[in-house]
C-alpha cells in the first residue's frame, strides 16, 4: 500500500472513531444523573479553555498564569448582557469571544518585551488584579461586587427528542456540545494552516522564524488574542451553565488550575484538552471523596502520579498505548 492509500485509510479511520465518539456522547447524557449532566457540560466548557490555552503555550511557547481572568471576562460579559439587557445567552458567546480577543491582543502587545518567566509573572499579575478589581465598589452597579450576578437559566428549545426527554440540562449539554465541535474545527483549521506553521516556527526557532520573515511581533499577540478569545467563550459558556458569576469563582488558583489541565491532557495537542478538562472537573471530586479531612494532598499525589506515569499527557499515553496494540513503532 501506497503512502497516499495509507493517509486515505488513516483519515477514513480518524473520521469514523469522531463519528462515533459523537454518537455516543449525544447518547449520554439520557443515562446519566442531570448534576452529571451539568458536570460533562463543564467538561466541554473547560476543553475549549484549554485549546485557547494550549494554542498560547503549547503551539507559540509563550506561558500564561492569567487565563483565569479572560475566563471572567468573558463570563462576566454574558452575565451583564443576560442580566441587564435581556440578551439572548447564544449572543453572548461572539460578544464575549470578540471582547476577549481584543483584550488578549491588546495586553500581548506590551507583554512582548518579555519572555519566560517574567512573561509568567505579567499574566500572574493580571490574575490577581482582577478578581479585585470586579469588587470595585464604583463597577458594583455592573458587577455586583461581592455577591456576583445571578442569571435565568435558558429554557430549551424543544422539549423532546424521539421520544426521549430534553430538559435544561440536557440543553445546555447539547448547546454546549455544538459550541466545543465548532471551536475544536476552527483551532484545527487555524493551527493546520499558515498561522500554526508560523506560531510553531516561533515557538521552536524564533530566530530563525523572524530570518524567515515571520512577524514575530504579530504573531505572538495574535496567539495571545486568539487563545483569550477561546477562554471568552468559555467563561461564558460556564456563565451560562452555573447561571451565576462571581468574583471569588475566578482567582488564581483557577488560573493554575488551567495550566495543571492542559498539561496533564497534553501540550500542543488538541484532543489533550478533552482529557485535561476531564482532569480539571473530576479529579478534585475524586480527591475529596477519599480523604475528607486532607483532599488537596490527595489531589497533589495523584497530580504527581499522573505525571510520572504519564509525561507526556494522558493523551501521548493513549496514542502510545494504541500504536503498542497496533504494532506500529
Known sequence: MNN??????????????????????CVLPFFVSNYSVFQFSMVLSYAIALVGLNILTGYSGQISLGHGAFLAIGAYTTAILMDRYDMPYWVTLPISGALCLVVGFLFGLPALRLEGHYLALATFALAVALPQLLKFKHLEEWTG??????????????????????????????????????????????????????????????????????NT?????????????????AGSLSAILVAFVAPDSFTVFLSITLLVGMVIGGVATLPGALFGAAFVQFIPNVADQISKAAPWAIYGVLLIGFMYVMPSGIYGAVRLAWAKLRGSP
Open 145 to 214: 461586587g461581592v455577591q456576583g450576578i445571578v442569571i435565568m437559566k435558558p429554557d430549551p428549545w424543544i422539549t423532546s427528542f424521539a421520544g426521549l426527554s430534553i430538559n435544561s440540562d440536557r440543553w445546555l449539554y447539547f448547546f454546549s456540545l455544538l459550541v466545543a465541535l465548532i471551536m475544536f474545527l476552527l483551532a484545527w483549521n487555524l493551527l493546520r494552516g499558515r498561522i500554526g506553521r508560523a506560531l510553531m516556527a516561533i515557538r521552536d526557532q524564533p530566530i530563525a522564524a523572524a530570518s524567515m520573515g515571520i
Open 4 to 25: 497516499a492509500s495509507t493517509a486515505s485509510s488513516l483519515s477514513l479511520k480518524t473520521v469514523v472513531w469522531i463519528a462515533l465518539l459523537l454518537m455516543a456522547a
Open 217 to 233: 511581533p504579530f504573531y505572538k499577540s495574535l496567539a495571545f488574542g486568539v487563545s483569550a478569545l477561546y477562554t471568552g467563550v
